[in-house]
């Protein structure tokens, strides 16, 4: 007869590569069943998005048949309950992410949209916020120019509800603003503005608040290090020379003391040229490589990189992001970022929490 408390003395021989402990230890495993040979357990991931899935899957089924029974029919069933930070000060929103780039024009909100879209894609509650008060381009990437959020009464406050698109919640200071009209904006007004996207804004339960931030280091990157628990920042450039040498200073702020915001890794956009008619040509126009280097040099992980193709600047201009194409390889590159995102959030949550257990 097999029993559970078997059944969780094989599974201790399982790590989770990340956090470097058994799954049981863990506390990820739940609901272990046993009938006959028929055994069947929950294992809770740290997020939905996680991608050593099918690495935990496999180990928990070759675990149980080797140190219980090589017959044994395993059926494992991956769930997700994405972890805080035991400090976040937000209980419904548990993790922001800021999307930074030094220079302007890499593609960062390229980078932002098509990240959120990957996670939603994934199972993820996503949320975000286009807090790039100079130029912001989110309403165009959703076709959502000229719309205006309603007012909604929450425990008899007014919010703001976010617009919902792609199943994610949005709100960007375009909303508010008329895009004819630049706005000197002045440093205690972008605060004010950007604290107001966060707080008076009725976002419900988020695992993920991705924030588009403007290009270099200024009044939002200071409000939002100094104001807001952020999970960590997934820094964007180009492999040229200008690019990389801002985005180094940009990623360096972070580091600053008293900022101390955690640098998720490096995304490197427009890294080669592929034209549509020949996909597998690869034109390193911009040259090559440069993402990694300062990956390296910061030593955070390098996240992946994206080519410069006609689809996303498209997908970008009519407002249907590439990321929500099936079957697409920029899509998928953006998925595998995605994934790398979301794991090392949930490495930066364990290392802050120091015991590393999923709640
Ligand atoms: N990988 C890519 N392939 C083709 N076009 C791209 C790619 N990434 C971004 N673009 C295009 O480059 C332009 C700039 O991108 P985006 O607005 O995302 O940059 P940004 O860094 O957010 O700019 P800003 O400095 O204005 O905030 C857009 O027209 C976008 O569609």
């Known amino acids: 007869m097999i029993t559970p408390e078997q059944v969780l003395t094989a599974l201790k021989n399982v790590e989770e590569p990340d956090l470097k402990k058994d799954i049981v230890t863990l506390k990820m495993v739940e609901d272990v069943k046993v009938e006959g040979k028929k055994i069947s357990f929950s294992v809770v991931l740290t997020t939905p998005a996680c991608p050593l899935k099918d690495l935990i899957k496999n180990a928990c089924i070759n675990a149980v048949k080797h140190f219980v029974d090589k017959e044994a029919e395993v059926e494992v069933n991956l769930t997700s309950r994405v972890t805080t930070k035991s400090t976040n000060t937000f209980s419904n929103i548990k993790n922001i992410i800021a999307v930074a780039s030094g220079k302007g024009g890499v593609g960062k909100s390229t980078v932002a949209v098509n990240l959120a879209i990957s996670l939603a ?37 007014n919010k703001i509800e976010p617009i919902e698109k792609y199943g994610i919640k949005l709100l960007s200071i375009g909303f508010f603003t008329d895009p004819n009209q630049a706005i000197p904006w002045r440093g205690p007004m972008v605060s004010s503005a ?25 009044d939002v990157h200071i409000t939002l290090a100094q104001g807001f628990p952020i ?3 997934v820094i964007v450039t ?3 020379n200008v690019a990389l040498a801002d985005a180094k200073k940009g990623a360096g702020m972070f580091r600053m ?8 890794g490096v995304v490197e956009n427009m890294s080669y040229f592929t034209p549509a008619e020949l996909p597998t040509n690869k034109y390193y126009i911009f040259g090559k490589g440069g993402g990694n280097v300062l990956a390296t040099q910061f030593d955070v992980p390098f996240l992946g990189e994206i080519p410069l193709v006609m689809e996303v600047s498209e997908g970008g201009d009519k407002g249907e992001p590439v990321a929500l194409q099936d079957n697409n390889l920029v899509a998928e590159a953006f998925a595998d970022i995605a994934e790398k995102v979301a794991q090392q959030v949930a490495i930066q949550n364990a290392l802050a929490n120091k015991e590393t257990v999923v709640e």
């Open 231 to 233: 999970a960590g920042v």
């Open 257 to 264: 003391e008293g900022v101390k915001v955690p640098i998720l």
């Open 121 to 157: 894609k994934k199972g993820a509650k996503v949320g975000l916020i286009d807090g790039d008060i100079y130029g912001p381009s989110i309403p165009i990437m959703f076709q959502l120019e000229g719309a205006k959020p309603y007012m909604t009464q929450v425990d008899g406050q």
């Open 238 to 240: 180009t492999p040229q």
């Open 194 to 218: 950007i604290k107001q996207l966060f707080n008076d804004a009725h976002w419900g339960e988020l695992d993920y608040l991705l924030v588009d931030t403007p290009p270099g280091t200024g």
